[in-house]
């Protein structure tokens, strides 16, 4: 009778530390893929651990039941096992995306989830839309400095208007 609780106890805290790693992992990360290697061979997902790992991305093979009691239970067609990437920047998330090919996966930033989605449609769209990208970060910096000079010279005025 007492092993079996101890198993219990056993299995209880490796199951909180795992879900305190994941959410840990989440917070230091804007980035995280979750990838399904229901159908991926043992040999692959090594493969693809390692490629990881030389990216400097963190990873972590998950039991499904920890995506659903993190997130929802609309993660129900996760059947064993999960593969969770950490990625810091969006750098590194491109070049990570090489590496998954044609598999599909999900991937939040700064907790929002996108639908399911292969690596073929997101460079896609990042080769269109990563030139309006730049160029609105481009007017942006342009309309800051503009206010930033405007309220220099307003500030001075102001100044100026006291001492007379």
Same mark, same amino acid.
């Given at each position: 009778?007492?092993?079996k @609780?101890l198993?219990y =106890?056993?299995?209880?805290l490796? +199951?909180?530390?795992?879900? *305190? &790693?994941?959410?840990n992992?989440i917070?230091?990360n804007?980035i995280?893929?979750?990838?399904?290697i229901?159908?991926m061979?043992?040999?692959?997902?090594?493969?693809?651990?390692?490629e990881l790992f030389?990216?400097?991305s963190?990873?972590?093979?998950i039991k499904s039941?920890?995506i659903?009691?993190?997130f929802?239970?609309?993660?129900?067609f996760? @059947?064993t096992?999960? =593969?969770c990437i950490?990625i810091? +920047?969006?750098?590194?998330? *491109? &070049?990570?995306?090489?590496?998954?090919?044609?598999l599909?996966?999900?991937y939040?930033?700064?907790r929002?989830?996108?639908?399911?989605?292969?690596?073929?449609m997101?460079?896609?769209?990042y080769?269109?839309?990563?030139?309006?990208?730049m160029?609105?970060?481009?007017?942006?910096k342009?309309?800051?400095?503009?206010i930033l000079?405007l309220l220099?010279?307003?500030?001075? =005025?102001?100044?100026?208007?006291?001492?007379?």
């Open positions: 009778m007492k092993i @609780k198993d =106890l056993t299995n209880l490796f +199951d909180n530390y795992t879900l *305190l &790693n994941i959410v992992n917070h230091f804007p995280f893929i979750i990838l399904n229901h159908n061979s043992n040999n692959a997902l090594l493969i693809l651990k390692n030389k990216n400097n963190k990873s972590m093979v039941k920890y659903r009691i993190l929802s239970s609309y993660f129900n996760f @059947k096992a999960c =593969l950490y810091p +920047d969006m750098i590194q998330f *491109l &070049n990570n995306l090489k590496l998954l090919k044609n599909s996966f999900f939040s930033y700064n929002s989830f996108s639908n399911i989605v292969n690596t073929e997101l460079t896609f769209q080769n269109i839309y990563s030139c309006y990208i160029f609105h970060y481009i007017i942006f342009l309309i800051n400095n503009i000079i220099i010279n307003l500030l001075l =005025l102001v100044n100026l208007l006291k001492k007379i």
